[in-house]
């Protein structure tokens, strides 16, 4: 009997441990800024990008972004750069979707391409660009 309460002890603490591992999921989206210039590009991508952890892929090919939802816990943004580069598509740099958001409220009319090396931690006020 001491050894069914033992066991019946140890398959819960198991079966807790898995639920707890399951509920640490940490879904994120990282935005990629590519060299995607059309929809057949961005076909390719939903088509074909896979990666560990890999929930969603969405492409504007007017920023040139490919936003990817994906579990941190088993992926990273450097995680998903082989499958850009398997599809032949350029990778500039990535962003997290916060970062993204921050960077289109910024009010350039541009792509994102365009903004390598351009500072936006500063202010507009009073001058032009």
Do not use: R, W
């Not at 398959?11 to 995607?36: E, P």
């Not at 961005?42 to 990666?51: E, L, R, T, V």
């Not at 997290?96 to 351009?118: L, M, R």
């Amino acid at each position: 009997m001491k050894k069914i309460i033992i066991l019946a002890v140890a398959l819960f603490a198991i079966a807790g441990t898995a639920v707890a591992q399951k509920a640490a999921k940490q879904i994120v989206t990282t935005v990629f800024v590519t060299d995607i210039d059309c929809e057949g590009c961005a076909k390719k991508i939903y088509d074909n990008f896979y990666g560990k952890g890999v929930k969603s892929v969405k492409c504007d090919v007017a920023t040139k972004t490919v936003a990817v939802t994906y579990d941190a816990t088993k992926n990273t943004p450097e995680g998903l750069l082989p499958a850009f580069k398997d599809l032949k598509v350029k990778v500039f740099k990535h962003m997290s979707q916060e970062e993204f958001a921050k960077h289109k409220a910024h009010g350039h009319n541009h792509t994102c391409t365009d903004c390598t090396g351009h500072n936006h931690n500063h202010n507009h006020a009073g001058h032009k660009h």
